[in-house]
């Protein structure tokens, strides 16, 4: 039997963005466990700055840029400032969403387009300003959703968008495997961050998820993270357009 390597992402460069909290700052930190250097990207520079400060407690150094996504200049600024850092981009993890739930009848189209502009629109053009300088056993891993495998009421909008990052890495596939490049996702279910922290701090809410789960508990972003350093990893280098659902179940029940 093989050892397991335990620095599965040694000499690689990582982009990972919502690296200021939640799902994605954990993800930047296994991904710096595993090996990567690491360009930590979000909207918030000091949740950035203590995101770095925890990489760097286990050793070496982070690069940070704080950075709203949605706008026009910043798939391009991201890349460079992984390029100028590390001089080269091997990972790219969107991690970045946003998520308002809202009754059908009471969803506005501004709240539909933030939606989209963040969950969609953002990592597409992240991705295709990044594609040009991804070399062969390079990966594109996003963060979707259950919400992109089924409804779920005063979430329309939402699973809508998430349906659509499952398709997207899907056509990705076809497009960017014949390069070398490997398109995936994770879909997590009801994990504990700050995105929905307001829905789990009802005990009704909670309890109804709990019964949904037949893990019988509240996914944690330690949960999500190890997936995708597995999904970056050579380990992985036969899986294309997948989509991992890390849900305690949900789904299967």
């Known amino acids: 039997m093989s050892p397991v390597n335990p620095d599965p992402l040694s000499g690689k460069v990582a ?7 939640g799902i994605g700052a954990e993800i930047a930190r296994e991904m710096h466990r595993a090996g990567a250097e690491v360009l930590l990207v979000g909207r ?10 925890r990489l760097e407690a286990d050793g070496g150094r982070a690069e940070t840029l704080s950075v709203d996504l949605t706008d026009k200049a910043a798939p391009d600024a991201v890349v460079q400032r992984a390029l100028d850092r590390f001089g080269r981009v091997d990972i790219l993890v969107n991690a970045a969403g946003v998520f308002t739930p809202a009754p059908f009848l009471e969803t506005t189209d501004q709240n539909l387009d933030d939606q989209w502009d963040a969950n969609v ?4 053009r992240l991705a295709r300003a990044a594609t040009g300088h991804l070399g062969e056993g390079s990966s594109i891993i996003f963060v979707s959703s259950i919400c992109g495998y089924a409804g779920f009421p005063n979430s329309t ?9 499952e398709l997207l890495v899907k056509a990705l596939t ?3 495997a014949p390069r070398g490049i490997r398109v995936n996702a994770v879909a997590p279910g009801n994990i504990r961050t700050s995105i929905n922290e307001h829905l789990l701090a009802d005990p009704d809410y909670e309890r109804q998820m709990l019964a949904a789960t037949p893990a019988g508990r509240i996914g944690e972003v330690g949960d999500i ?3 995708v350093v597995f999904l970056a990893s050579p380990a992985a280098s036969y899986i294309h357009g997948s989509s991992l659902l890390i ?3 949900w789904i299967a029940s």
């Open 15 to 21: 982009v990972v963005t919502g690296a200021s909290s």
């Open 44 to 53: 918030h520079e000091e949740r950035l700055a203590a995101s770095a400060a």
């Open 121 to 124: 629109r953002a990592p597409f």
């Open 157 to 165: 909008a939402y699973c809508a968008i998430k349906g659509a990052v």
């Open 174 to 176: 076809a497009e960017l």
């Open 225 to 227: 993270a190890p997936a």
């Open 247 to 249: 849900d305690g179940g």
